[in-house]
T-cell receptor, first 111, second 112 residues
């Protein structure tokens, strides 16, 4: 089975802190994605990566950055967390031209 | 603009009743279409996908979906709903690139 794991299920941070969300996949997929999910808005793409060290902005990249140093790992970074970044964050991976496999999500609360 | 619409935010059905969740897309060519399900507090799980060929697609957990090009729709159906089907359902599509566009989701409640 494809497995996508995320470093934390729940995270509480303070405004202004630097936050790292880690995602690891074990299926050698080329593509990896970070989404945020908010009620009534569905899933919105923050960033995605199609290869090591390659990244592309999604629909809502402001306030976020990403890092992909190894194929299996894709990190989302909040440089200075703000309360409007309180959300559910979902990581996904996929081979080229196929379905995405999702991790369990990280519910981030910024106080 | 490319988009996908799920017109129903919430749907309630009785256990054992049939279910249809609607999905409409806006795209100039044939899209690749997906239905995902999300149980509370969990990530998304793929139910089924349509790339080409037979327009009636069978998925897991007894779900099926039909691609109708003339109506730009990809509705999800199940003949008899179980209480464990209560979840949020997302339709998604891509025009062939690696990114998916998701609908805003339909929350399904099942009455016992």
């Amino acid at each position: 089975d494809v497995k996508v794991t995320q470093s934390s299920r729940y995270l509480v941070k303070r405004t202004g802190e630097k936050v790292f969300l880690e995602c690891v996949q074990d299926m050698d997929h080329e593509n990896m994605f970070w989404y945020r999910q908010d009620p009534g808005l569905g899933l919105r793409l923050i960033y995605f990566s199609y290869d090591v060290k390659m990244k592309e902005k999604g629909d809502i990249p402001e306030g976020y950055s990403v890092s992909r140093e190894k194929k299996e790992r894709f990190s989302l970074i909040l440089e200075s967390a703000s309360t409007n970044q309180t959300s559910m964050y979902l990581c996904a991976s996929s081979p080229i031209w196929d379905e995405q496999f999702f991790g369990p999500g990280t519910r981030l609360t910024v106080l | 603009a490319q988009s996908v619409t799920q017109p129903d935010i919430h749907i309630t059905v009785s256990e054992g009743a049939s279910l249809e969740l609607r999905c409409n897309y806006s795209y100039g060519a044939t899209p690749y279409l997906f239905w995902y399900v999300q149980s509370p507090g969990q990530g998304l799980q793929l139910l089924l996908k349509y790339f080409s060929g037979d327009t009636l697609v069978q998925g897991i957990k007894g779900f099926e979906a039909e691609f109708k090009r003339s109506q730009s729709s990809f509705n999800l159906r199940k003949p008899s709903v179980h209480w464990s089907d209560a979840a949020e359902y997302f339709c998604a599509f891509t025009g062939g690139g690696n990114k998916l566009t998701f609908g805003t989701g339909t929350q399904l409640k099942v009455e016992l």
